[in-house]
């Protein structure tokens, strides 16, 4: 149950970072035919992925969910470009201090704005940008489904990630990406019912891109 209490009022801040992410994405999707088709390419990319969540510093004893993460990628290979992901991945976390479990499942799709050295060899790049999450499935610690506590099922957040594409592999390429959430899942445990926020890890292998 959430107590009128406990409820925390919007940011303004973080209401303003949504709005400005809608643009932002629909810009780079406009653009990611265009590069894709001139010199980029499609391709795979899966491996791990690390979630926890942060709450304001009520539960700072929230550790990780150790998971996968799946799917495919479009870039453009110049030197500034975009790129669109869409991957299956794993997150959520467990609270020593109140029991709470919470494993997430969802549908990522990141849009960034994407940075590389070309080199037929050795190319390192970076990038930056929004994502969208669609929630597939909430499990409450192995016992069943999360109680509904008026979470969204489509989520914000931001990633940012760098890695390097080595040519002599065939294209193989390796990455990390930080996943920094912005909209609050409401899981509701006893000591807080707001401000859950996921944070996730994701080393990431890529073939074709």
Same mark, same amino acid.
């Given at each position: 149950?959430?107590?009128?209490?406990?409820?925390?009022?919007?940011?303004?801040?973080?209401?303003?970072?949504?709005?400005?992410?809608?643009?932002?994405?629909?810009?780079?999707?406009?653009?990611?035919?265009?590069?894709?088709?001139?010199?980029?390419?499609?391709?795979?990319?899966?491996?791990?992925?690390?979630?926890?969540?942060?709450?304001?510093?009520?539960?700072?004893?929230?550790?990780?969910?150790?998971?996968?993460?799946?799917?495919?990628?479009?870039?453009?290979?110049?030197?500034?470009?975009?790129?669109?992901?869409?991957?299956?991945?794993?997150?959520?976390?467990?609270?020593?201090?109140?029991?709470?479990?919470?494993?997430?499942?969802?549908?990522?799709?990141?849009?960034?704005?994407?940075?590389?050295?070309?080199? %037929?060899?050795?190319? %390192?790049?970076?990038?930056?940008?929004?994502?969208?999450?669609?929630?597939?499935?909430?499990?409450?610690?192995?016992?069943?489904?999360?109680?509904?506590?008026?979470? %969204?099922?489509?989520?914000?957040?931001?990633?940012?990630?760098?890695?390097?594409?080595?040519?002599?592999?065939?294209?193989?390429?390796?990455?990390?990406?930080?996943?920094?959430?912005?909209?609050?899942?409401?899981?509701?445990?006893?000591?807080?019912?707001?401000?859950?926020?996921?944070?996730?890890?994701?080393?990431?292998?890529?073939?074709?891109?």
């Amino acid at each position: 149950m959430i107590c009128g209490s406990s409820i925390q009022p919007h940011e303004p801040g973080g209401l303003t970072m949504k709005r400005l992410l809608v643009p932002i994405a629909i810009l780079a999707l406009a653009a990611i035919p265009a590069t894709t088709s001139a010199q980029g390419g499609i391709g795979i990319k899966g491996g791990l992925s690390y979630g926890t969540a942060n709450n304001n510093g009520v539960d700072p004893g929230a550790t990780q969910r150790s998971g996968f993460a799946i799917g495919i990628g479009a870039s453009s290979s110049g030197m500034i470009g975009f790129g669109i992901d869409g991957l299956y991945a794993q997150r959520g976390f467990t609270s020593p201090i109140v029991g709470a479990s919470r494993r997430l499942d969802y549908i990522d799709v990141p849009v960034y704005l994407r940075v590389s050295l070309p080199n %037929p060899l050795v190319a %390192p790049f970076a990038y930056i940008g929004p994502q969208g999450s669609y929630e597939l499935n909430c499990n409450n610690g192995g016992s069943g489904n999360c109680p509904d506590t008026g979470r %969204p099922k489509l989520t914000y957040a931001g990633v940012i990630g760098a890695g390097v594409r080595l040519g002599a592999l065939g294209g193989l390429s390796v990455e990390g990406r930080y996943v920094y959430g912005l909209s609050d899942l409401n899981m509701s445990t006893v000591q807080s019912s707001s401000s859950y926020k996921t944070r996730s890890l994701l080393l990431l292998l890529g073939f074709g891109m």
